[in-house]
């Protein structure tokens, strides 16, 4: 069996759930995997067979999307050129983590797909949302990497659909313990906007991973890392707690391990709001603007006492049984 693997690249937990599932994948066939995006700095360790610069996020530095740059670096000519090249007819199985250039492909050569991923969860009304729905956000979950079958991921099973979240085999096996230091993974903050608050806290010590970090070293109470996986799961195993923003790898993965957590979306970024539901819903805090009492935040989350939902994590061969088992082949 022949399998395309299309993996966006807007953000390191999709290439991170990639890598996770790829052996679990090759018992099934041959994978062919596609990276359609230019954000994530976490390097591929899969045979990635196709690349396309798809549609890319960009931050401005304090939190937030940088729009302008968003809107400046998409080419859709490039885009469709890219969904035309693909060879999809030669793939029995399709599987798409929310790409936009595979499912235009799959439109245009008329082939079959499933989209699976966490992205799909919020194809269902049940899946938490922030008390103010974004028109545009919803607009996007359904049109923008749509296929004719969808296999969710989130926190908890919102719907039958939706399964536990892929947690890393490391992560998985790893016994836990707490070394007292704070992990930090924020890659929508500049260092200049966070620096400050981190260094008023003399008696925390911090591990904080930054792509603009080329080498691993610390400056007072903070440790600074550039960003790879073997380094942040070990700061995550036997970290205290992690600040983190709105995504859904790195939360499930701190909930797995039963740490503390802190989490801040992106503004205006819809799915990250839709997940710090979630998480609030959870008893997880949420802090939605980062402040000049950023700090003081800090110190008051790691003084409270909060039990949080034990996190599940995914049956793998389990789901992708159900996958394959399900899968509507052309």
Same mark, same amino acid.
């Given at each position: 069996?022949?399998?395309?693997?299309?993996?966006?690249?807007?953000?390191? $937990?999709?290439?991170?759930?990639?890598?996770?599932?790829?052996?679990?994948?090759?018992?099934?066939?041959?994978?062919?995997?596609? %990276?359609?995006?230019?954000?994530? +700095? %976490?390097?591929? #360790?899969?045979?990635?067979?196709?690349?396309?610069?798809?549609?890319?996020?960009?931050? !401005?530095?304090?939190?937030?999307?940088?729009?302008?740059?968003?809107?400046?670096?998409? /080419?859709?000519?490039?885009?469709?050129?890219?969904?035309?090249? %693909?060879?999809?007819?030669?793939?029995?199985?399709?599987?798409? *983590?929310?790409?936009?250039?595979?499912?235009?492909?799959?439109?245009?050569? /008329?082939?079959?797909?499933?989209?699976?991923?966490?992205?799909?969860?919020?194809l269902s009304e049940y899946t938490p949302r922030p008390e103010s729905r974004s028109t545009v956000g919803e607009f996007i979950f359904k049109n923008y990497a749509p296929a004719p079958q969808n296999l969710g991921l989130h926190f908890?099973?919102?719907?039958?659909?939706?399964?536990?979240?892929?947690?890393? *085999?490391?992560?998985?096996?790893?016994?836990?313990?707490?070394?007292?230091?704070? #992990?930090?993974? %924020?890659?929508?903050?500049?260092?200049? @906007?966070?620096?400050?608050?981190?260094? !008023?806290?003399?008696?925390?010590?911090?591990?904080?991973?930054? *792509?603009?970090?080329?080498?691993?070293? +610390?400056?007072?109470?903070?440790?600074?890392?550039?960003?790879?996986?073997?380094?942040?799961?070990? !700061?995550?195993?036997? @970290?205290?707690?992690?600040?983190?923003?709105?995504?859904?790898?790195?939360?499930?993965?701190?909930?797995?391990?039963? /740490?503390?957590?802190? !989490?801040?979306?992106?503004?205006?970024?819809?799915?990250?709001?839709?997940?710090?539901?979630?998480?609030?819903?959870? $008893?997880?805090?949420?802090?939605?603007?980062?402040?000049?009492?950023?700090?003081?935040?800090?110190?008051?989350?790691?003084?409270?006492?909060?039990?949080?939902?034990?996190? /599940?994590?995914?049956?793998?061969?389990? #789901?992708?049984?159900?996958l394959f088992d399900t899968y509507k082949r052309n």
């Amino acid at each position: 069996m022949k399998i395309f693997y299309a993996v966006q690249a807007t953000g390191n $937990g999709h290439i991170s759930r990639a890598t996770q599932l790829f052996p679990y994948l090759q018992k099934y066939g041959e994978v062919d995997f596609f %990276l359609s995006g230019s954000n994530a +700095t %976490l390097q591929a #360790t899969i045979p990635v067979k196709y690349r396309s610069k798809g549609c890319s996020l960009f931050y !401005s530095k304090c939190g937030g999307l940088d729009y302008w740059n968003i809107v400046k670096k998409f /080419k859709p000519y490039q885009m469709y050129k890219d969904a035309n090249d %693909l060879p999809l007819k030669e793939y029995d199985v399709v599987i798409n *983590d929310f790409d936009s250039v595979t499912a235009l492909a799959c439109k245009l050569q /008329k082939v079959h797909s499933v989209q699976f991923g966490h992205q799909a969860s919020f194809l269902s009304e049940y899946t938490p949302r922030p008390e103010s729905r974004s028109t545009v956000g919803e607009f996007i979950f359904k049109n923008y990497a749509p296929a004719p079958q969808n296999l969710g991921l989130h926190f908890q099973p919102y719907d039958t659909f939706i399964h536990p979240p892929i947690i890393k *085999d490391g992560i998985v096996q790893a016994t836990p313990t707490n070394l007292g230091h704070i #992990t930090i993974y %924020l890659p929508s903050f500049d260092k200049d @906007c966070l620096e400050r608050a981190f260094q !008023s806290l003399p008696q925390v010590h911090f591990h904080w991973f930054l *792509d603009t970090v080329k080498e691993k070293h +610390t400056v007072q109470n903070i440790t600074y890392f550039p960003v790879n996986q073997k380094d942040f799961n070990q !700061s995550l195993i036997h @970290c205290e707690g992690i600040i983190t923003g709105g995504g859904f790898e790195t939360p499930s993965e701190a909930l797995f391990l039963e /740490k503390k957590l802190l !989490s801040i979306p992106i503004k205006s970024h819809y799915e990250q709001e839709c997940n710090a539901a979630a998480l609030k819903a959870m $008893g997880v805090p949420v802090e939605y603007e980062v402040q000049d009492d950023f700090n003081q935040v800090i110190e008051n989350w790691l003084n409270s006492k909060r039990v949080y939902p034990k996190m /599940k994590a995914n049956n793998i061969p389990e #789901t992708l049984a159900y996958l394959f088992d399900t899968y509507k082949r052309n």
